[in-house]
C-alpha cells in the first residue's frame, strides 16, 4: 500500500511541470527501463493491483505494483538558469505613497535607461522607455511581490 502512495505522490507532483518535447516518464522494473514521452501519455491509471500507461493512440501497458522498482519523471530544462551575484545590485526600492509609486535610489547620473517591472509570473507590468530616475506610478498593480528591472540591476518590491 505505501509503494502505491509513494508512485501516486510522485506522479502528482509532476502534474504541475510543463511538458517539453524530451520529458519522459520511465517505468523501472526488474526486466528492465522503459522510457514513454510525456506527449505521447494520455493518462495513468491506478488499481489495486497497479498502475497503467495508457497512450494517446489507446495502447496500454500494465505494471503490477510489485514488479516497479520505481518511475523516473526527466524533464527537460526551462532554459531559466538561477541568478548568480557577481556584485550586489545599488539600487534600493522605496514603496511610497500608499504603495502608489517606487522610489528608487541608487541609479545617480547614469542616464536615461529602460525601466521594467515584473510580476512574479514572468508578465511585463511596467514598461518605462528612457526613464530619467523619476518616481515611477504603480498605482495599477495589484498587491504582490515584483522584480524591477533598470538596465542591468534587478531589485524586487512588495507592493
Known amino acids: 500500500m505505501g ?5 501516486l505522490m510522485a506522479f502528482l507532483m509532476s502534474a504541475a511541470l ?11 522494473t526488474s526486466a528492465g527501463e522503459t522510457p514513454y514521452p510525456m506527449e505521447s501519455i494520455s493518462r495513468i491509471d491506478f488499481s489495486d493491483a497497479g498502475i497503467t500507461v495508457v497512450a494517446s493512440s489507446g495502447d496500454e501497458v500494465t ?4 514488479e516497479i522498482r520505481k518511475i523516473v519523471f526527466s524533464t527537460t530544462p526551462t532554459g531559466i538558469e538561477p541568478m548568480t551575484t557577481v556584485r550586489k545590485s545599488k539600487l534600493t526600492l ?8 517606487v522610489r528608487i535610489n541608487g541609479w ?14 514572468g508578465s511585463k507590468e511596467v514598461n518605462v522607455s528612457g526613464w530619467d530616475g523619476s518616481v515611477v506610478d ?7 511581490i515584483y522584480i ?5 540591476e534587478t ?3 512588495r507592493k
Not at 522605496?94 to 509609486?101: L, W
Not at 504603480?138 to 504582490?144: F, Y
Open 18 to 28: 510543463p511538458v517539453c518535447a524530451d520529458d519522459n516518464v520511465t517505468v523501472v
Open 148 to 152: 524591477l528591472k533598470v538596465g542591468n
Open 63 to 66: 505494471y503490477a505494483f510489485d
Open 108 to 121: 545617480g547620473d547614469r542616464g536615461a535607461a529602460s525601466l521594467e517591472i515584473y510580476g512574479l509570473n
Open 155 to 157: 531589485a524586487k518590491f
Open 138 to 144: 504603480v498605482s495599477s498593480l495589484p498587491h504582490g
Open 94 to 101: 522605496t514603496v511610497t505613497d500608499g504603495g502608489h509609486s
Open 3 to 7: 509503494k502505491r502512495k509513494t508512485t
